[in-house]
């Protein structure tokens, strides 16, 4: 069952259009992930979803309530987790959460019983009377989500959960997404990190320039992007005379080599390890790896969108920067 659906949805500022028609569904009790670059129009979907931003054009309906008309019933049913904590510095943990537990209109007794908990949960027990700005990015992070999942909400937004933090206290978190969505919450996450969005998501969509271009399951998407067969083998010998001996054995392949010892073979057709062992053990060349190579969702990423890789991660480190 779906618990949110946008449809043709849509974002201008002036003249640029920053979000481009986007449709897409989110299912009850799945971990969602909108996948692209910096500026591809992430948060700005978030913002639109959660009343941070007026929607141009389009429709989004979360628990059967619109967006628009009805957006202080779909509120009740979201926590938010924006990319920039909005914790107050000067507050310690406990008071920061019960603070926002009365913001959601829990009587005392229960957000402060929930507050303690959250913080035992969250591994923030003993930083509990500390206050906001003593911190670490990690910390920050973790009461910055506890805050948002204070009241329960049916599904929580986090925009880029994981940025500018350590590798450690990114696991953590992982981890506790991972646990928030085994107890039942549907979460829906922007990243920019790849390998985030294939760890943890159900599904994934991939956004570059206000589009959303590609949407599927982990596995949905490696099959569309197995569109050609590649087995890879690592040798000793002379491999110069390989790519000729293989294309005359069999013609409908492309040879590729990478250094000294590695040759991948591209076939549009399934390919079979034995005849071409032999081909490499008739020219007296010795195989000692031979598998078949699955793209990755990063090899996947870059045939979809054009964007290469090394461009992702140098949007990583201006982040952490």
């Known amino acids: 069952m779906n618990i949110l659906q946008a449809q043709d949805l849509t974002k201008n500022y002036g003249d640029f259009r920053a979000v481009d028609r986007i449709t897409f569904s989110i299912n009850q009790g799945e971990i969602f992930g909108l996948l692209g670059p910096n ?3 992430k948060t700005t979907t978030i913002n639109m979803l ?10 989004a309906t979360l628990g059967g309530f619109d967006c628009n008309r009805d957006l202080r019933k779909a509120q009740q049913l979201m926590g938010i987790v924006p990319d920039e904590s909005n914790l107050y510095e000067e507050m310690d943990g406990f008071q920061n959460l019960c603070f926002c537990g009365a913001l959601y209109g829990m009587p005392k007794a229960k957000r402060e019983k929930r507050a303690a908990e959250l913080l035992v949960e969250f591994g923030l027990a003993d930083a509990g009377k500390k206050k906001f700005n003593a911190y670490s990015r990690g910390m920050k992070r973790r009461l910055t989500i506890a805050a948002g999942i204070i009241h329960e909400p049916s599904i929580l937004f986090l925009d880029e959960p994981t940025t500018g933090i350590d590798v ?10 991972q646990d928030l969505n085994h107890k039942g919450t549907t979460i829906f996450l922007t990243t920019h990190y790849i390998e985030e969005a294939e760890r943890l998501c159900h599904r994934i969509a991939f956004m570059v320039g206000g589009k959303i271009v590609r949407i599927g399951t982990l596995r949905e998407l490696m099959m569309d992007a197995q569109k050609e067969n590649i087995v890879q083998f690592r040798a000793v010998g002379s491999l110069e005379k390989i ?8 013609p409908s392949v492309r040879t590729e080599f990478y250094g000294r010892d590695l040759v991948r073979i591209h076939s549009q057709q399934p390919l079979n390890l034995a005849p071409l ?5 008739q020219n007296n060349i010795s195989v000692y790896e031979a598998k078949i190579i699955r793209p990755s969702l990063e090899e996947v990423f870059v045939k979809v969108t054009g964007i290469e890789i090394a461009k992702m991660k140098q949007e990583k480190e201006k982040v952490k920067k």
């Open 168 to 177: 450690a206290s990114a696991r953590q978190i992982r981890r506790l997404i």
């Open 243 to 250: 790519g000729e001996a293989i294309s005359r054995e069999f």
């Open 39 to 41: 500026g591809a129009g």
């Open 50 to 59: 959660t009343g941070l931003a007026m929607i141009t054009s389009g429709t």
């Open 277 to 281: 062992v032999r081909v490499f053990d």
